[in-house]
């Protein structure tokens, strides 16, 4: 019967929607590029599955549950998947032979992709509605090239009723599925995020910090920690009062993220105190970066709210080593920036850790 066939591509719809949302929201592929070609062939496979697996009418007609992923990719608005799984499933019903049932089925399949590119700009705040007429704009399109196909007749109706009946009761299913799937990785996203980042300016926090640098020691890498410590923030503070302060915290964390690497780790551990991890780079190099943040804080302009913009500075110390264990470097970085604090301030001081190794040996 065709509802038992179509409501058993609707289970098997289901899981490939779970995989493909896993898939969307993983962060382990290289690229975001790579990763929605990816997802766009899954979906494209998941729907030559149901293609294959539909309800064949007549000789020349079948109908399938194949719009489904092109749901779901189009309430992600997953534009590059949506596109990939679009070709993919139009081209691939010529696979079923060059006809103009199968013209008409391609022609449809880009028609349902653009239309709910369209339904997800307007309706992309309310996720239900939204989903939910994704749905009913797939169904209408394959209706009317069913129409085409078959013309008015006994066995049309009878068609589109088990389509409509099927499809948005999967739809409605799909819906909560999708949305719930969504949801929780959101709150999963969010947890992570409050445990791991620094609630003002969203930077790493020290308990970030100590994972990622636990075992520096063990690696044969030069890696260099950067300590950094506004000057004078207390009469910021004092002067301008604490939210002008944090405006200014926010502003510098900006600032050293523009300056660094995207694979440097940036770290707030203390009210005005500041620490950066990076690898691989020479002491020459390290101490022009360092004296590039420098004068890029201190020619900034810090804008506050009910006063007039000023002028800050930061002192920087710098620990480079090999093999190194944190907690020595950590302590040389601090060395350096108590030196370049009581040196004038607004400096860069550099400690070699391994040479200062070798001298007390």
Same mark, same amino acid.
């Given at each position: 019967?065709?509802?038992?066939?179509?409501?058993?591509?609707?289970?098997?719809?289901?899981?490939?929607?779970?995989?493909?949302?896993?898939? &969307?929201?993983?962060? $382990? &592929?290289?690229?975001?590029?790579?990763?929605?070609?990816?997802?766009?062939?899954?979906?494209?496979? $998941?729907?030559? &599955?149901?293609?294959?697996?539909?309800?064949?009418?007549?000789?020349?007609?079948?109908?399938?549950? #194949?719009?489904? /992923?092109?749901?779901?990719?189009?309430?992600?608005?997953?534009?590059? /998947?949506?596109?990939?799984?679009?070709?993919?499933?139009?081209?691939?019903?010529?696979?079923?032979?060059?006809?103009?049932?199968?013209?008409?089925?391609?022609?449809?399949?880009?028609?349902?992709? =653009?239309?709910?590119?369209?339904?997800? *700009? #307007?309706?992309?705040?309310?996720?239900?509605?939204?989903?939910?007429?994704?749905?009913?704009?797939?169904?209408?399109?394959?209706?009317?090239?069913?129409?085409?196909?078959?013309?008015? @007749?006994?066995?049309?109706?009878?068609?589109?009723?088990? =389509?409509?009946?099927?499809?948005?009761?999967?739809?409605?299913?799909?819906?909560?599925?999708? =949305?719930?799937?969504?949801?929780?990785?959101?709150?999963?996203?969010?947890?992570?995020?409050?445990?791991?980042?620094?609630?003002?300016?969203?930077?790493?926090?020290?308990?970030?910090?100590? #994972?990622?640098?636990?075992?520096?020691?063990?690696?044969?890498?030069?890696?260099?920690?950067?300590?950094?410590?506004?000057?004078?923030?207390?009469?910021?503070?004092?002067?301008?009062?604490?939210?002008?302060?944090?405006?200014?915290?926010?502003?510098?964390?900006?600032?050293?993220?523009?300056?660094?690497? @995207?694979?440097?780790?940036?770290? #707030?551990?203390?009210?005005?105190?500041?620490?950066?991890?990076?690898?691989?780079?020479?002491?020459?190099?390290?101490?022009?970066?360092?004296?590039?943040?420098?004068? *890029?804080?201190?020619?900034?302009?810090?804008?506050?709210?009910?006063? /007039?913009?000023?002028?800050?500075?930061?002192?920087?110390? =710098?620990?480079?080593?090999?093999?190194? /264990?944190?907690?020595?470097?950590?302590?040389?970085?601090?060395?350096? $920036?108590?030196?370049?604090?009581?040196?004038?301030?607004?400096?860069?001081?550099?400690?070699?850790?391994?040479?200062?190794?070798?001298?007390?040996?």
């Amino acid at each position: 019967m065709p509802i038992i066939a179509l409501l058993i591509n609707a289970c098997v719809a289901f899981t490939g929607f779970y995989l493909i949302s896993k898939v &969307f929201h993983s962060q $382990l &592929f290289f690229s975001s590029r790579g990763r929605g070609v990816l997802i766009g062939i899954l979906a494209g496979l $998941l729907g030559l &599955f149901l293609m294959f697996n539909g309800v064949e009418v007549n000789e020349s007609v079948r109908v399938d549950l #194949r719009h489904l /992923p092109l749901v779901l990719l189009a309430f992600y608005g997953a534009r590059l /998947p949506l596109f990939v799984a679009t070709a993919f499933i139009g081209s691939t019903r010529f696979l079923f032979g060059v006809t103009d049932q199968a013209v008409i089925a391609f022609v449809a399949t880009w028609f349902v992709s =653009i239309g709910m590119l369209w339904i997800h *700009r #307007r309706l992309a705040e309310r996720v239900f509605l939204q989903s939910m007429l994704l749905n009913v704009w797939a169904l209408s399109v394959i209706s009317v090239a069913v129409l085409i196909n078959l013309g008015w @007749s006994v066995a049309y109706f009878t068609l589109i009723a088990t =389509i409509w009946t099927v499809g948005m009761s999967v739809g409605l299913l799909s819906s909560a599925l999708t =949305i719930d799937l969504e949801q929780t990785t959101r709150q999963s996203k969010d947890y992570k995020q409050s445990a791991e980042r620094d609630h003002l300016t969203g930077l790493f926090n020290r308990r970030v910090w100590d #994972r990622y640098t636990s075992e520096l020691g063990t690696k044969q890498r030069t890696y260099n920690v950067l300590a950094l410590d506004i000057d004078h923030f207390k009469r910021v503070n004092d002067t301008y009062g604490h939210a002008n302060g944090d405006l200014v915290l926010q502003r510098f964390a900006e600032l050293l993220l523009i300056e660094t690497r @995207s694979h440097d780790l940036v770290a #707030r551990i203390g009210g005005e105190e500041f620490v950066i991890l990076m690898y691989d780079l020479p002491v020459e190099k390290v101490e022009k970066v360092a004296e590039r943040i420098r004068k *890029r804080i201190e020619h900034e302009v810090f804008v506050l709210n009910d006063f /007039p913009p000023i002028h800050i500075t930061a002192s920087i110390g =710098i620990a480079h080593g090999k093999s190194e /264990p944190i907690q020595k470097m950590t302590e040389a970085a601090d060395d350096a $920036l108590y030196e370049a604090k009581h040196s004038g301030r607004n400096q860069v001081v550099l400690t070699n850790v391994n040479e200062r190794s070798l001298v007390l040996n």
